[in-house]
C-alpha cells in the first residue's frame, strides 16, 4: 500500500513537473522572459553610460584646473605664433 502511494506521489510529481516545463517553453512566456531581460540590458547600459560620462566629466574638469583652461571660449592666446 505505500509503496503504491509512493508511486503516486511520483507520478503526481513528475507529471506537475513535466506541465511547468512545458507552460515554461510557452511562446508568450518566453517572449515575457526576453522583454525582462532585455529590459535589464538595457537598465546596466544606461547605468554605465551615465557612470562613463560622469568619469569623463570629473576628468575633464581636473584637467582644465591642472592646465589652467577656465573655459572653453578663453583657449587661444595670441601672442603664440601659428601660422594664423
Given at each position: 500500500m505505500i509503496r503504491r502511494l509512493f508511486y503516486i506521489s511520483l507520478g503526481a510529481f513528475g507529471a506537475?513537473?513535466?506541465?511547468?516545463?512545458?507552460?515554461s517553453l510557452h511562446p508568450n512566456h518566453l517572449?515575457?522572459?526576453a522583454?525582462?531581460?532585455a529590459s535589464g540590458v538595457l537598465d546596466q547600459a544606461r547605468d554605465f553610460a551615465s557612470e562613463a560620462l560622469d568619469g569623463a566629466?570629473?576628468?575633464e574638469t581636473e584637467l582644465r584646473s591642472r592646465?589652467?583652461?577656465?573655459?572653453?571660449?578663453n583657449t587661444y592666446t595670441y601672442h603664440?605664433?601659428?601660422g594664423r
Open positions: 506537475v513537473w513535466a506541465m511547468r516545463k512545458l507552460q517572449a515575457r522572459r522583454v525582462r531581460g566629466a570629473q576628468r592646465f589652467g583652461l577656465d573655459s572653453v571660449e603664440v605664433k601659428d
